[in-house]
């Protein structure tokens, strides 16, 4: 059975943040530097205090084809994710906490189905091209593949869950398997899409959309925050 999570983020917030660790940087067009006011919270994660924001490092993993994930994280399931990061999925979900983002509940498919839901997170992205910074709201690197929309709806924080190992006793954050922001349904996924959306390879709902995406290995700085309502579909 899943555990009460919001007492364990707290736990590791007070805690403190692991020490941050540098990120490789082998593109160098990327001269990205994070702002000293931020608190580190590990790897490849900031929380900007004064914005209320949190921003992540990730990289462009894939740009055509199916999707199952906005981000995931590196070394997972890059094959079905637009982004990977390094950055530490309970550390994510303490920084969204630190914006003011309200914990939902993961997708539920027993006794009967019921969406993610939380707090809708705005995901901004930048990341650099020819020597200019670039800006792009999450939602247009990511269409339908049959009416090729982009997707219109926020994800929102649903926070994953965490499992009690029944061996050692202590407790598993599910979202380390890598399934981060998705855009299929799953119970691990820290933000998720507040609608039915499957993962069934046959019925897969959303493809990367490839023109608006930079080149695999491309560095793009994420910033998260919270909408009071869900916005505009993107155009």
Known sequence: MPVPLIPLVTAWILLGAPPSEPTANSAPADSYRPDPAWKAMGRSLWFDPQGKRLILRARVALREGPLEHLLCLKGTKEHEAVLATDAIPRMIHAGLLLTGAKQGHPVRFQPKFEPPTGSPIAIQLQWEAEGKLRSADARTWVREEQGKRPLAKDWVFAGSEIFEDPD???????????????????????????????????NRTYVANTDQIPPRGTMVTMILQPRAESGPAPQ
């Open 168 to 202: 050692t006793k202590k407790p598993i954050y599910a979202a380390d398997d890598g399934d981060l922001f998705t855009v299929a349904n799953f119970s691990n996924a820290i933000l998720d899409l507040p609608f039915a959306s499957t993962a069934n390879d046959a």
